[in-house]
């Protein structure tokens, strides 16, 4: 059964990033996928120097138009077979396009790219191509995550009446812009983040979750975005109370002035029967209240389907491979199953069989679409006095 | 120094009765005060008979008109000293207007009254004659309830930017009002609650904690009241955007529909240097988050002025009665902490030495009557399409 | 039905005592108890200064015996109903005996006695003449204390194998009876004290709270008793491994010396099919753990006889006044409800109706007994290499 | 910089195996390392098909013997470049002397060996030849591991008085062994686990935390070794009541029958002037309490030298790669720390510049062999009516 290795090429990701070391490390977790090669920063030949400075030898590329070329010339099995998109928000778009039109599969990092029309394209190019393509929402990749999913769908919790989705967070409280943090210095420029600061890098995490677990759309909105952080031109704080498809109510709340909290991203979801809770900090387990019993608290690895509540649990749920629980999975592993999730649909595509799904494993293009048109409606509601907005 | 014991008489409370429970242990907790006597029920004959029925003898009467008149009639020692007003919202107004005015100082539950118009009356009154009254906001009792509003107040956290207070619950979740819940029935009558259910019930009690917490005025709101459970006729769901007077802003999240939340009453005040959470079910403790400074869990009992970090305690925090920690403190203690504090005015009103005070200690009346102009905006903007109104 | 209020007086709880606090919280409490007389101090002229300055009017006399002695000559209804004991340890025995003796019920600190001699004379007067007395045991006054016994006689976690029952405290980890706290100089002292300081001031505690919940009784044990600051004359730290009746083993842990813990009393019950964990510092709450099934978390006001598991409820502890879970009980609740249960067989006494039964709702004089045998064979161990001693 | 990726040779891990699982991710991780070759079962055929079975192409071998042998004759780059031990534990002495033996670095799961003289020789080899080697203690890769022992090593809590250092699961509460779960077969047959069942198991963890954190030793011991469950041959519940080389005490307690604990190691340490506190199960924080200060809780990531408190922090620890804190470190990331570190050794070693150091990284072998006379000295104690027996 043994495979070959998969390859992967790296668009951005030098010196400074941050987000390319899980992706790294998620790759390589399994022993089945590995890093090849890379367009590793803007400039040609700071590019090149930091694909010599890579840990282990990989090929270095001046530009990620020379490695789509030059990558395709070499055999398969030694070329790339997916790339992995982690440069700043304006430059999603165009090499994701450009890989896509050249049969390669894409994983990409959210927000998916800086107007809709970009996304609509990406979308429009996906799906003529029956390609895979995964918007990078990692915390669908939580096994706890799976699980919330199959209990608000399997209806334990009734009809959905409420959530509360937020992703709080406090390292902008300050002008960590201005202090050589690169991470904060694109995050807060309208020419590299796009429309919106905190909503864009957070509130749409906030806003995957709700959809992922709950199944639910966001049809209107009232937004309110502040900025708190003085001479900051991009919101730092970001609230959305929102109507759902099926009559229910949200709050998406989302903030990165808020000191003490790190990548506080939880989620609550309140039906007539139940409710569910779950938090990214706290990964290993959710809970889940019920009329008539105490809080039933469940851990990974734990999970028993005859317990006389959850009935059957999905086999590709309990397939997922795990560890024992109290030995705690966390950021890497969630990272690591998304990647072990595309890595399948990539080699199906390979193979010929490959057949898009329904986004239960990870977010698709089409995920990541609907974020670019939920921030699009934020800013203009919020522009308009939070007025009423339709998110299209 | 001994003193002779005060004397509570009850407006309300009679069988069925929640709040005056609490009340009744709080009166009692510290051997100086006790309830001498009661108009337990709207009714003169169940009046009579819950007085009767009443763990130990007290003096029964027929109605509070009568109460009031009778027990003046009783020389000192003997006669009530104050007034507990635990009646539902729309019976506030009237006893209390009626023992105030014969100079009987009083102990009312919240929201203070139905209408705006009551409120101001009840303001006037209690400032032209200089006599103590507290609107039952129990959670300011608890000990970090005070040390939250000396760490906000001192600078500590430096200016205010954010604040999230929220009353979560789930009891109302389904229909109680029609399985003979009397707690439920009349808070969702709207002709015994007033405007607001949810928002009234609870929303107030957040609204209070902010302000007593932060000294901050919330000025303008945007409120979105929703009624979830079908064929009610009050709001069940209470969310409300605000406005600060420091130009900071905050959300007042209220609910109780969300199953599994029993009384989640929280705060948490977000500043530029730093950040407090305080949870009135973990109500011995609170957190705060300063920069480069690990978690601070600060305990009831284990405060130290000399930390490096709190500066001077005030010597009223510190002086406050209480059992070293690891004992806890709860819900009877706060509730005990507010009369033996009202105790104290009502001993100096009657040795002629009473002066009103900023409410520091308990809610005045001026409190009562702020939470009923905010439920009074929040109704007013939820039904203009939840646009912005200003309180006042 | 209304009763008449019921008295107390009070042997010991001068100036800078503290149990006599929440003592005298949870005589009040209820409104059907009250302090009616004290011999605060050994000394006769502070005894009676004390007795002035208490905060309400209360006869005061120079010492228990003459307290007695002039209490009985009063007509029923204002002479003292029962006596409370709150003197250092080696203060119990006398006042208790006399008090008995005149057919005086007797509320009584922990440990019991100093010596197993008196315990055992305690033992004897209460059952010759079937008076109520009660050892103060507080935690067993927690609703969820009397769950935990529940739970765990009703055999839901099968057999029981191993039982962990803990008390750690940190507030003599310095020299505090050098630095003017009372609390600490006599507890350090052999002659007030007894042959134990943390064994017989917390441990105690730990030993009751197992044989409570667990209806077992430790045979035999292994102690290890440690001094860890220097100069002190009674352990600070008390380990004792133990073999339980039923064949099953448990550790009892005390310490006086881990910074940081308050009043950290806790126990784990493992039994065959399952687990119950419970600590004091969160009495609100106990955990179950059953093979199959996720964590389940009952909360005080929350529990259902119905959800599938507990089995029947006893009627007794479903009626114990309590109030809505998410409004805290916690130390005066606990100590309140042990009087007022004390009060009910205080008043069946008087009419010639009590019996004596099995300590379900407060530890009977038999229990503390059971408590100075156990320190007594703790410390013999001790000189003994730590060999095995047979507690009897 | 790029270098070459090391490769790891396998010894056992075929299928039913549970922690080359983790070893196998740990050892991809960073992309720097990865699996060539293993003798995954000590059938010959079956370990010829585990090996094509492997998720990736890999060379199999029908013995460790055999791939010591053949592996040596490969050129460098391409051979093994360590060797990973997880077998059960008496199959970890041959594969590791002969590795050692033939100049090959060893990486190998605990506990180390089955008897002493084993474990002696081992460690007479890694000396004399001057050879990487690493016990797999896990646990000591946890970034706040690391912290705790600078903090812990620094004088920050003062003279350490008393440790308790705990590993409590619950998987072997019933009859695994019986029921086709090959982890539990093992491990609880002694002729495959060795003189100790859940002491060797998890007891040498608690140990070994106890001993890396705090720098003591163990130097006499008390100890109980239980047997809960009917038929079984090896302990499954081990405590043990230590005497430690600066004059403090400490207890070991471990079992296996605690239903509802998971992995639940921890340890607190409690010192003349504060006290530290940490749990496996939530390894991204650790818990300080300094008299006088609120409880500090220091999240890994978050962890800032000139708090005031803790100092300057060593190099080292601040160098190692982390992600941000709020995005999880767990299990994995342990494992992959300690690999890593090893990685750098081997590297060293390779180019003839590797000396061995102080076990700061790492378990080194003494640490496994000490581990082994613990667990001898366990046993003796256990079997001489619980009596004081030394660790040597």
């Known amino acids: ?98 890989a896509l039109e050249k049969g390669i599969p894409v994983f990409c990092e959210k927000p998916l790219t800086v107007t809709l029309e970009e996304a609509d394209e990406l979308v429009r190019i996906v799906n003529e191509r029956n390609i895979p393509f995964c918007t990078a929402h990692t915390y669908l990749g939580h096994w706890t995550s799976r699980l919330s999913r199959h209990i608000v769908r399997s209806g334990l919790l009734g009809k959905i009446r409420w959530v509360d989705a937020h992703y709080i967070q406090g390292w902008l409280a300050g002008r960590a812009e201005d202090q050589g943090v690169i991470q904060a210095e694109w995050r807060v420029d309208p020419t590299r983040a796009g429309i919106s600061g905190c909503g864009g890098d957070i509130g749409t995490h906030s806003l995957m979750q709700l959809r992922y677990v709950t199944g639910l759309e966001v049809t209107r909105i009232q937004a309110f975005l502040e900025t708190f952080v003085e001479g900051r031109r991009l919101d730092d704080h970001f609230t959305v109370y929102c109507e759902l498809d099926n009559g229910g109510k949200a709050i998406i709340r989302s903030s990165q002035i808020c000191i003490g909290h790190k990548n506080d991203l939880g989620i609550e979801v309140n039906g007539e029967k139940g409710t569910l809770i779950w938090s990214q900090e706290e990964p290993e387990k959710l809970v889940i209240h019920l009329t008539g019993q105490p809080d039933r608290v469940y851990w990974r690895g734990e999970v028993q389907a005859d317990d006389g509540f959850l009935g059957d649990l999905p086999d590709s749920l309990m397939a997922e491979p795990t560890i024992p629980s109290g030995h705690g999975e966390a950021f890497h592993d969630a990272f690591a199953r998304l990647h072990r999730c595309f890595e399948e649909d990539v080699r199906a595509y390979q193979k010929g069989t490959y057949q898009r799904e329904d986004g239960s494993r990870y977010a698709m293009v089409e995920d990541g679409r609907i974020g670019i048109a939920f921030l699009k409606a934020a800013v203009e509601s919020n522009n308009n006095d939070h007025g009423w907005i339709t998110v299209k």
């Not at 090429?9 to 390589?28: M, Y």
């Open 1 to 98: 059964m043994a495979e070959r290795v998969l390859n992967v090429g790296l668009v951005g990701g030098g010196a400074g990033a941050f987000i390319v070391h899980p992706h790294q490390k998620a790759i390589h977790f399994d022993g089945t996928r590995r890093v090849v090669c890379g367009a590793l920063h803007p400039d040609p030949e700071v590019a090149l120097e930091e694909a010599r400075n890579w840990p282990v030898s990989i090929r270095g590329y001046k530009s990620y138009d020379a490695m789509i070329e030059e990558e395709l010339k070499l055999p398969e099995g030694e070329r790339m077979d997916y790339a992995l998109v982690v440069t700043p928000n304006h430059v999603h778009f165009d090499p994701a396009k450009k």
